[in-house]
């Protein structure tokens, strides 16, 4: 066996081109057979030791799989030599290749390592609070920045002090290249110190037209779902620059607000006669109002008029809208909706031509938009229609059917 190796290698010194070719030839096979070796058995059996530690989740996001790369590339980097008849100038070009090669994919498994530390601090209960994720973008610019000074400096076999030394002249320079990046990571530090956002707000940009959900926040863009499911990306700068409404502190509160007026036709305001005091009394939510109510009227009737009450004009009485303005008061507080411990006000407005406004002002017990609408869908829904029973009229611009209704009851006059 020997004696035909030494007869093989005699033979084949004679060939140089052929001897060159086979050389470089076992030494490219040997390095696909470690890679295999190594993607094949190594890496799968520490994936499925990965699974059996995290009891499922082995997703390392490539750092492993990456790093395996390396592999091959140091076989032929360390056999390179055993490839006869090579030029020196190739093999220096070869050598710088893999060197460059090397660099590339340890940055690569550095920025798939940050990935995996994004994913694992996301699980913490703060994440959404403070999200890293636009720091870790931060850190991968700049290692792809000294990464590709490293390749540039290998490749052209100088020392990478030389472009380092060069940074700056060129600071202006990448300063015009990241001004976006700069003026994000800013930004980015501004919203996280101060907990401006946070994923999950609900955030409203009137100037954008942004209404929704923020998804995700990076280091240049704010991603939100409008609440008509399409997305809008902003950038993130704009939420320092521009006027940002965040929800979520009514979310927080437990309760939402309502503000709401009803325009109460001012012609239909007036004094409560007898007929309609009595039939108010019947209202379980009046019980005990009036008697206090006119007793208090009177006794300030005697102090101030020495009238008592229905005999002057200038006396106090009850009005049908101070009257029905209680009632809201009182609804408020005995509707399972509303929220007890947070601020209760009805209120009158300035009048306008459209009629007197009654200002409702009270929060829901919940944030839900769906059930708050419903509340406040509810609560209205009663006011309007009580309403008439103490002789007030809710205004109503007149429309063409208000116009024929007229012009019928002149007909039959």
Not at 71 to 94: D, K, Q, R
Not at 193 to 221: F, K
Not at 389 to 396: A, K, M, P, S
Request: hydrophobic share 45%; glycine share 6%; with cysteine.
């Amino acid at each position: 066996m020997e004696a035909i190796i030494e007869l093989w290698q005699l033979w084949i010194t004679e060939f140089p081109l052929l001897e060159t070719f086979v050389y470089a030839s076992g030494l490219l096979v040997f390095a696909l057979i470690v890679n295999q070796v190594i993607k094949k058995i190594l890496l799968r059996g520490f994936y499925r030791f990965l699974q059996h530690l995290t009891q499922g989740h082995s997703d390392d996001f490539g750092v492993v799989k990456r790093l395996t790369n390396i592999a091959p590339a140091l076989v032929i980097s360390s056999g390179l030599h055993l490839v006869p008849h090579l030029p020196a100038a190739l093999v220096s070009v070869i050598l710088n290749v893999i060197s460059g090669f090397i660099i590339l994919t340890i940055a690569l498994a550095i920025s798939a390592a940050l990935d995996v530390v994004n994913h694992l601090y996301n699980r913490r209960a703060d994440a959404l609070r403070k999200p890293i994720k636009g720091y870790l973008q931060v850190v991968k610019i700049v290692i792809y920045a000294l990464s590709t000074l490293l390749i540039i400096a290998t490749l052209i076999d100088r020392s990478p002090l030389i472009l380092f030394s060069g940074l700056g002249a060129m600071a202006a320079v990448l300063m015009l290249i990241f001004q976006d990046t700069l003026l994000s990571l800013v930004a980015s530090v501004q919203i996280s110190s101060g907990d401006m956002i946070r994923v999950g707000d609900w955030v409203e940009i009137p100037a954008l037209g942004v209404d929704g959900d923020v998804i995700d926040i990076a280091l240049h863009t704010v991603k939100i779902r409008n609440f008509d499911k399409t997305t809008t990306t902003v950038p993130i700068k704009r939420f320092i620059s521009d006027a940002v409404k965040n929800w979520r502190g009514m979310q927080e509160s437990g309760g939402r607000r309502i503000k709401r007026s009803l325009l109460i036709d001012q012609q239909s305001i007036g004094f409560l006669d007898t007929e309609r005091m009595q039939h108010l009394k019947d209202f379980r939510l009046m019980y005990g109002y009036f008697d206090s109510k006119i007793d208090e009227l009177n006794q300030w009737n005697k102090r101030y008029i020495h009238a008592k009450a229905g005999e002057a004009a200038d006396t106090r009485r009850l009005t049908n809208i101070g009257t029905f303005r209680v009632y809201i008061e009182r609804y408020l507080r005995n509707h399972p909706g509303v929220n007890q411990n947070m601020l209760q006000i009805v209120r009158q407005l300035q009048p306008t031509p459209e009629g007197l406004p009654l200002e409702i002002y009270c929060f829901t017990n919940t944030t839900a938009w769906v059930s708050y609408e419903s509340i406040q869908s509810d609560i209205f829904d009663h006011l309007l229609a009580i309403a008439p029973e103490f002789g007030l009229r809710v205004y109503q611009a007149p429309s063409g059917g208000d116009f024929s209704a007229f012009a019928g009851l002149r007909l039959q006059s």
